[in-house]
């Protein structure tokens, strides 16, 4: 085991360093940079009839819901189909309009997960073509689904999804911009400006990687919360969402996360001094609006730490914490701004003394109801 871990002391940990490699190889030979060419071979016969969807369903549960709701944001800014996110859980039992014009797209890392497999037959048997995007190759939705695109994330053992979840919305963003560009709903400058920067990606993963000391730092500062906030706004909400989930599952610490804008309906009542708030602060239509809502939490005496890019200019100046985040394009910006959230969750937990690959109550794959 200790081989398997490569030197780290945990899966999680090694996972969460994997993102270098792991985002890179599940864009590797799918998207050529030089060509401004996309080609997803697993997709390839259905990509007309996706082109002229009416509507797309994303499904998925725990973490591969959350890549979903990206997609979702990032799907409906390139190709203009409206788009619908549900838990798999809810799809397949609430009586849902599905039909065979809708394409429904499932994501599960095993893609064992019963509740998403049980969506699927439900979604096929009314006609639907089902697009699956799964890690685990020959897995159960993998062969289900009428085609499908594999994340090449490589064997993700901790319970808590980390590299998956960046693969997952890397192969959204890749066929977002295929059939956005298609169609004609994304530029030509903008489809090649963002091929181009995938390739950047792994870089700055490195860089954010490189603050690990840093992140750690905060994270004992934060140790002991018994509540934890966290906001963001955009395709960057449910990056809160995931940055939430991941401190709840390997630490038992309770936390939510928001959009921002929301805060006023509820969450700021909650903000006092003993409450740590995670902002989603990089550069994007919504950061005026975030400073505002910094604001509005130190007023209450929250703790406010923030992700900023490096150029930031006004939140270093406010918040107590920052970790800067190197600059990328807004719709790939979830894949890097999850990094610290999951890093954070990590050293919270094993300072709490809690098992981290193997938290309690949880299981990897959710094979039964
Ligand atoms: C479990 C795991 C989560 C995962 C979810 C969905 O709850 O603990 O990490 O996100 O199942 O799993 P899937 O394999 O379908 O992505």
């Known amino acids: 085991e200790k081989i398997e871990k490569g030197g780290f002391p945990h899966f999680m940990l090694k996972e969460i360093f994997e993102q270098v490699n792991s985002i890179y190889d599940t864009i590797r030979g799918r998207v050529n940079a030089e060509a401004s060419e996309i080609y997803l ?6 990509i007309p009839k996706m082109v002229n969807a009416h509507r797309i369903i994303i499904i998925g549960c725990g973490t591969s819901w959350h890549a979903g709701t990206v997609g979702e944001y990032i799907f409906e800014e390139f190709t203009r189909i409206p788009v619908e996110v549900e ?16 394409i429904v797209i499932a994501i599960s890392q095993s893609g064992e997960t019963a509740d998403t497999l049980a969506a699927i037959k439900y979604a096929k048997a009314h006609g639907a073509t089902v697009i699956g995007i799964c890690n685990v190759v020959g897995s159960s939705i993998a062969r289900e689904t009428d085609a499908g695109v594999y994340t090449h994330a ?18 959204l963003v ?26 950047n990606l792994p870089d700055k993963v490195k860089a954010i990687l490189e603050k690990n000391d840093k992140i750690k730092e905060i994270a004992a500062i934060y140790k002991d919360s018994t509540n934890a906030i966290y906001l963001g706004r955009g395709c960057q909400f449910p990056v809160a969402l995931e940055g939430a989930l991941k ?7 309770h936390a939510e996360g928001y959009p921002a804008a929301e805060m006023k309906h509820g969450p700021i009542a909650l903000i006092d001094e003993n409450m ?3 902002a989603i602060a990089t550069n994007d239509n919504y950061y005026d609006k975030i400073v505002s809502n910094i604001k509005e939490i130190q007023s209450r005496k ?15 100046k406010l918040a107590e914490h920052v970790i800067e985040i190197p600059e990328t394009l807004e719709y790939l910006s979830p894949l890097l701004n999850v990094i610290p959230l999951q890093l954070i969750s990590y050293h919270i937990a094993v300072m709490r003394g809690c098992n981290v690959d193997m938290p309690r109550n949880l299981a990897k794959s959710v094979t039964v109801e």
């Open 41 to 46: 071979g697993g997709i390839s016969e259905i």
């Open 87 to 102: 838990y798999a859980s809810e799809f397949r039992y609430r009586n849902p309009i599905v039909d065979a014009n809708d």
């Open 154 to 171: 490589g064997p993700e053992i901790g319970v808590a999804s980390t590299k998956a979840f960046t693969a997952q919305i890397s192969v």
């Open 174 to 199: 890749m066929m977002a911009l295929q059939i956005g560009h298609r169609k004609g709903t994304l530029s030509d400058e903008l489809y090649k400006k963002y091929i181009q920067e995938l390739y």
């Open 247 to 253: 401190l709840k599952e390997i630490s038992y610490i």
């Open 276 to 278: 740590p708030v995670f």
């Open 302 to 316: 929250g703790h406010v730490i923030a992700l900023v890019n490096d150029n930031d200019t006004q939140v270093k």
